[in-house]
């Protein structure tokens, strides 16, 4: 159950939230009593749902055309092939989707995994470890191991499969193909359900995935209505049964039991949305739909803040909530189910925050844990890539500042052939410009090719913490479109506690540390939480013209014996193409002061820096009155992106280190480590130059 300071810390932070939490827990409990004594669907309750007598008339019933249905009906499908083909390369990379999963390959978190073509997948299989979980009830099943994690299987169980298989069906020209991706999508649902029986083994363990499950289950079987293999009493009649069983689970098994509800939460409801939907007629879909309706508009108030950014405190779940939210936009407004006013506005600034941050590359800053959530199935992508949600805004709501790039796949399925006229009808979007986001905690400095994405905010979740990290005034810097000084990233969640503490720590990330303590401490058993304490703030925020100033502050070090507060003040000169980056220690005593700035590749060295670099340098506003002979080049050494120079006594020095650009992934990396003795009130100065 944890510490009882944990909890007494939870307990300051949201009392309300926390004694919520224990009567929602109560309540799931009697739900989950309840389920295990409710009365299974069987196939005649079936076909009584549908309002059949036989299980041959079941698909006439159930996988029937309706005229401007979903996304995934077909009579979409001339809609979005059409759109697809606006796509550079969107039908190919469909059909090698597609092609993929009918061979049994995957790509699990970086790790590729082939079970072969028309063989059964080990859904129980942890592929990073080769670990397999034991398909016994729920809570039976051990999920936290040392060297083991669930995701690797939940990734593999959301069956994102079915619905790549649905994308070939619906682009292939050639018969035999779309014939073979349909027997492929029959005895690949089957095959899971038969393998994980309702309640047992680990695909049963997470109702979110549970959730996003069903929802591919349901969309993926209405892809495939009108081929004859899905349309077979022995298929249709088992898979429908599973869908209300997912329905039913998710329902359940709400995951509102915390202080504060997150996006597991939020995944319950729209999985809840899509499959009461997708086949309104399946027992409790009206119920369901209704819960999953006044979830969702009340969950988009309270985990999307009024300025657009995620309550979550990361910036890779800004994106997993933004397609969470759009996937139920979407679904319900084609069958007229209103979300509201504020859903809209909200997921609007949503899509205009991501925005704001995204460098020309498409790629987002990793501030907060990365764990590369995606909710579309449609296209693979990097967990560091959000470049495609503009665009995609841009085709779900018209002209409202989205416009330009490129129109993406995303749209294209989603959104079919009017996706792709509003977006051809809206205005290229003036170039994104600094924005603060105070309510989120990051602050986004821009101009003359760079993006600086600074954290300072409160802890995310409500101050839980959940997906924050020890980072506050820590900053990315892409140059160019490039990540040059970057968070480390996440790494793993449950598989190597220890290395996803050190990777949440203060020493992970692009800020100061002072005589070696934790801006807020971190408790080994916690992983998913880091409570608030550092009390990071912005101070000064000024932006236009040729310097963007932005002054921030937080208190995490006044624990100390002999307190101090740290102040950092960034100058982006857009004349000089310099950042410029002013450390201030207020308060008393004498400190060690370490700095870092962790690199996302080994392309670095010591170097001296030239005249003209120094020249820039001392140009820029408060920069330091001498430099260090010795500087940091960064990048390739026949042409590096930029120039690290140091205030004269403060000796940078090359270290080893490591980045996680996307969950389960690390790569080996280099990190510029400086610092020096203090006693405050005294500032370290040092600046970027590039270009």
């Given amino acids: 159950m944890g510490t009882l300071g944990y909890y ?43 309002g059949v007598t036989s299980a041959e008339a079941l698909a006439e019933r159930a996988l029937a055309v309706r005229p401007g249905g979903a996304w995934c009906e077909v009579g979409q499908r001339d809609s979005a092939r059409t759109a697809l083909e606006a796509v550079e390369g969107g039908v190919e990379r469909a059909l090698e989707r597609a092609e993929a999963a009918l061979r049994g390959e995957y790509h699990v978190f970086g790790v590729p995994v082939s079970f072969g073509e028309g ?62 991706f349909a027997r492929a999508f029959v005895l690949r649902a089957l095959d899971f359900l038969q393998a994980n029986p309702v309640g047992e083994g680990v695909q049963w363990t997470c109702p979110m995935d549970v959730a996003l499950r069903g929802a591919n289950l349901a969309q993926a079987l209405r892809l495939f209505a009108d081929a004859p293999e899905a349309r077979r009493p022995e298929f249709l009649v088992p898979v429908l049964q599973s869908i209300a069983e997912h329905a039913a689970w998710v329902e359940t098994h709400l995951e509102d039991g915390g202080a504060v509800p997150n996006n597991h939460l939020v995944s319950n409801f729209v999985g809840l949305l899509v499959m ?147 977006f051809r009808a809206s205005r290229p979007a003036p170039a994104p410009v600094s924005t603060s986001f105070p309510e989120g905690g990051f602050h986004v400095l821009r101009g003359a090719g760079a993006v600086v994405t600074v954290s300072a ?39 190597e506690p220890a290395v996803r503490n050190a990777l949440r720590s203060t020493a992970s ?28 703030r912005v101070q000064v925020f000024q932006t236009g013209g040729e310097l963007e100033r932005l002054h921030a502050r937080h208190d995490g070090y006044r624990v100390l014996s002999a307190p101090v507060a740290v102040e950092r003040t960034f100058l982006l000169d857009k004349r000089e193409r310099a950042l410029g980056i002013v450390e201030t220690l207020v ?28 020249a820039r340098a001392s140009r820029v506003p408060e920069a330091p009155r001498s430099f260090e002979a010795i500087a940091v080049e960064l990048g390739p050494e026949d042409s590096p992106v930029a120039m690290v120079l140091f205030q004269e006594g403060v000796c940078p020095r090359l270290e080893t280190s490591r980045y996680s650009p996307g969950y389960g992934l690390l790569v080996e990396s280099r990190v510029v480590v400086f610092g020096a003795t203090l006693s405050p009130p005294a500032c370290l100065r040092w600046v970027v130059v590039f270009g």
């Fill in 457 to 495: 905010g409160a802890q995310g979740q409500g101050g839980v913490g959940g997906h924050s990290h020890n980072d506050k005034l820590s900053f990315e810097l892409h140059l160019d479109g490039r990540p040059v000084i970057v968070d480390p990233g996440t790494g793993t969640y449950t598989r």
């Fill in 587 to 614: 308060g008393v005593g004498l400190h060690e002061v370490t700095g870092r700035l962790h690199l996302p590749d080994r392309e670095a060295r010591l170097s001296k820096p030239t005249a003209g670099q120094l």
């Fill in 276 to 422: 009461g939907l997708l086949f309104p007629e399946l027992p409790d879909a009206e119920r369901q739909t209704a819960l999953a309706v006044a979830g969702l508009r009340t969950q988009v108030a309270a985990q999307v803040h009024a300025d657009g950014s995620s309550f979550e405190g990361s910036i890779p779940y800004h994106r997993l909530s933004v397609e969470l939210f759009t996937l139920a936009l979407v679904v319900a407004r084609t069958r007229g189910v209103d979300l509201g006013s504020v859903y809209e506005q909200r997921l609007l600034g949503m899509f205009k925050a991501a925005r704001c941050w995204t460098s020309e590359h498409g790629l987002a800053p990793q501030v907060g844990d990365n764990d590369s959530g995606r909710v579309f199935p449609f296209r693979e992508r990097e967990g560091r890539e959000q470049g495609y949600l503009a665009p995609l805004g841009a085709a779900l709501f018209g002209d409202v500042g989205l416009g330009g790039g490129d129109f993406p796949d995303e749209a294209a399925w989603l959104l079919g052939r009017p996706g792709l006229e509003r």
């Fill in 119 to 180: 063989q059964p997948v080990d859904w129980s299989l942890d592929v990073g470890s080769g670990y397999r979980y034991p398909v016994v009830p729920v809570e039976r099943l051990k999920l936290a191991q040392p060297g083991v994690d669930p995701k690797f299987p939940w990734e593999l169980g959301r069956l994102d499969c079915l619905v790549a298989l649905g994308q070939g069906f619906w682009v292939a020209r050639d018969e035999a193909r779309r014939r073979a």
């Fill in 509 to 536: 990330h692009n800020t100061l540390q002072v005589d070696g303590t934790e801006q807020a401490p971190l408790e080994p058993h916690r992983l998913f939480a880091l409570p608030e304490s550092a009390r990071a």
């Fill in 8 to 50: 007494s810390t939870i307990a300051r932070l949201a009392p309300v939230g926390l004694a919520r939490g224990m009567v929602r827990r109560v309540h799931g409990k009697a739900r989950q009593a309840l389920y295990k004594q409710r009365e299974r669907l069987d196939e005649r309750g079936v076909l009584a749902a549908f």
